[in-house]
Each structure stands twice: as structure tokens, then as C-alpha cells.
């Protein structure tokens, strides 16, 4: 009966709770590193030293960009227009470095790849395949 009663107390109590919910926790490094690894292999012919470069590249971004957001707070979208501009650089600082791993070709082909990497903001349709044939 004591169970009973502390049980029902418990899930009261988180019923009438003020807190907000708590954002789901964003995926590892790693898996992030596999989601990207997926989508481009299946776009670009890489040789095994462009893919541990690209790979090298996102696991910088990814750590860079995580110690970014753990600096903000609790996110109310669209980021701050500072944190914006920081992450822009981050973005280009990795493409730049993929770049110099990669053809004309293929980094054509990755750039149209990684804008579906991104996720959607709450409320925007994803962006549409690229209907280019090269």
C-alpha cells in the first residue's frame, strides 16, 4: 500500500511539474560522422585518403560546433545572429578543407549532398534534390 501511495505521489507530482521539457540529446560525434559518411558515399567515388580527410574535417566541425553550443543557452530558435556568423565560419573552414581533398567534381557533388545534411528548422520543408545530371 505504501508503494501504491509513493508511486501515485511520483507520477503526480511529474504531471503538475513546471519544468519544460529537456531537448533531446543530438546524436554522438561518431554517429553524425556515419549519417555523413552514408549520404556522401552514396554521391561520391572517394578514394580511402578523401574519405578519411572529409571524415578528419566533420569530426572537427562537429567537436567545434559542440563546445559552441554548449556555450549558448537553451536554444529559442533561430541562433543569435553572433552564433550564427561563428558557425557560418565553421562551415566554410570545414568545406574549405574538404575541398582540398576532393575534385571539382566531386566537391560540386558534396556541397549539393551536405545542404541535406543539415537539419530543418522547425516549420521548413527540407531543401529539394538536385535534379542535375553532371
Not at 18 to 26: G, S, V
Not at 63 to 87: F, Q, S, T
Amino acid at each position: 500500500m505504501i508503494a501504491i501511495t509513493c508511486f501515485c505521489y511520483e507520477s503526480s507530482k511529474s504531471q503538475t511539474s513546471t519544468e519544460p521539457p529537456r531537448p533531446p540529446k543530438p546524436p554522438s560525434i561518431e554517429d553524425r560522422i556515419k549519417h555523413v559518411d552514408e549520404k556522401l558515399s552514396k554521391e561520391l567515388t572517394l578514394t580511402a585518403d578523401q574519405k578519411k580527410k572529409v571524415e578528419a574535417a566533420y569530426k572537427d566541425f562537429f567537436a567545434k560546433a559542440d563546445k559552441l553550443h554548449e556555450k549558448m543557452p537553451p536554444p529559442p530558435p533561430p541562433p543569435a545572429p553572433g552564433n550564427k556568423a561563428e558557425m557560418d565560419k565553421l562551415s566554410k573552414d570545414r568545406d574549405a578543407e574538404i575541398q582540398k581533398s576532393l575534385s571539382p567534381e566531386q566537391f560540386k557533388k558534396y556541397a549539393d549532398v551536405e545542404k541535406t545534411l543539415r537539419p530543418n528548422p522547425p516549420g521548413n520543408p527540407p531543401p529539394p534534390p538536385s535534379d542535375k545530371k553532371d
